[in-house]
DNA sequence: CGGACAACCTGGCGGC
DNA sequence: TGCCGCCAGGTTGTCC
């Protein structure tokens, strides 16, 4: 659920409360949520390290430390928030991994599904060698995109998916941006002519900023830092939407499964081919 | 290469 | 009210 929008509104939302701390202890629920390198080696490496920066790279949180980087998926159901370490939270309930900072407050990782990991390294392409191009850079040009295309036979509303064909797009917003670029999410993607992946070029970029405005879509699980909801979700035209008129032509939306994932769109405004 | 499917996990919800 | 079973979807790995 957290794709690209919430990791990087949850990265905007750490920065203020994490770059210059200092982590001074680590407690985990249980070894799994470490998945790199070792638990005890990833705590003796992070003890004394200071963030220097926080970005985001496909779906992960990038912590610039000293010496390495501490990298954050979320996956499904995490959530991440810092505060002082006597006050309770109500996401507490599902706390799998705590890193203590010099000023007294922590970093809490709480994950019901517990599919959530963190990682420790000095080289980002240990985790990141298969990750694709990031779709708001400048480098991920219409021609980038359509070359890429090209190669590839299976559908597209699978390719988007796939992070190493592009970084970052999840369930929900494949959806949207395949509807406002009215393309059929079961369309091969080496079939789309020039003018369509034009127009998914711009509507994934629209889709993921317009997630981004409004910090993210939470549809059930996801969250800001400072625990409050984003409003994305008010803004979908097909995600969840099945069986409501779109909102351009007012057909039915349908949902289908596409790649074993919930699949929505609108049956008039992308026809398939 | 691509599609299908299981695994990892648990909370929420529809159905009865 | 309560129990059952399914669904949710990010990622990896396996099999055909």
Redesign the pocket.
């Known amino acids: 659920?957290?794709?690209l929008p919430e990791v990087e509104t949850v990265v905007r939302g750490l920065r203020a409360p994490l770059i210059g701390r200092t982590f001074s202890a680590v407690w985990y629920e249980r070894e799994?949520v470490i998945q790199l390198p070792d638990a005890a080696s990833f705590s003796a490496r992070l003890l004394g390290q200071t963030v220097r920066a926080i970005t985001r790279r496909?779906?992960?949180i990038v912590c610039a430390l000293d010496h390495d980087y501490l990298l954050l998926?979320l996956?499904?159901?995490g959530r991440l928030y810092v505060v002082p370490a006597d006050q309770q939270s109500a996401d507490d309930?599902?706390l799998r991994l705590r890193l203590s900072l010099d000023n007294g407050h922590e970093l809490r990782f709480s994950d019901?599904?517990?599919?959530g990991r963190a990682y420790l390294t000095a080289d980002l392409n240990d985790v990141f060698a298969?990750i694709g191009p990031e779709p708001l850079e400048d480098d991920f040009t219409v021609e980038m995109l359509q070359a890429r295309l090209r190669?590839?036979?299976?559908?597209i509303k699978?390719l988007l998916?796939d992070?190493s064909f592009l970084a970052g797009v999840?369930?929900?917003y494949a959806d949207e941006a395949l509807f406002t670029a009215q393309i059929h999410p079961l369309r091969?993607?080496a079939s789309l002519m020039p003018a369509e992946a034009a127009r998914l070029h711009s509507s994934i970029r629209a889709a993921l900023n317009a997630g981004i405005v409004h910090e993210g879509a939470s549809v059930?699980w996801y969250r800001k830092p400072d625990g409050s909801s984003g409003s994305s979700q008010a803004h979908f035209y097909v995600y969840d939407r099945q069986g409501q008129p779109c909102l351009v032509c007012g057909s039915p939306i349908e949902?289908i499964r596409v790649?074993?994932?919930?699949t929505h769109f609108c049956p008039n405004c992308q026809m398939r081919a």
Do not use: C, D, V
């Open positions: 659920m957290p794709e799994r496909a779906k992960y998926h996956r499904m159901t309930r599902w019901a599904r517990r599919f298969e190669k590839r036979h299976k559908s699978a998916l992070q999840g369930n929900i091969s993607a059930n949902k790649a074993q994932r919930g």
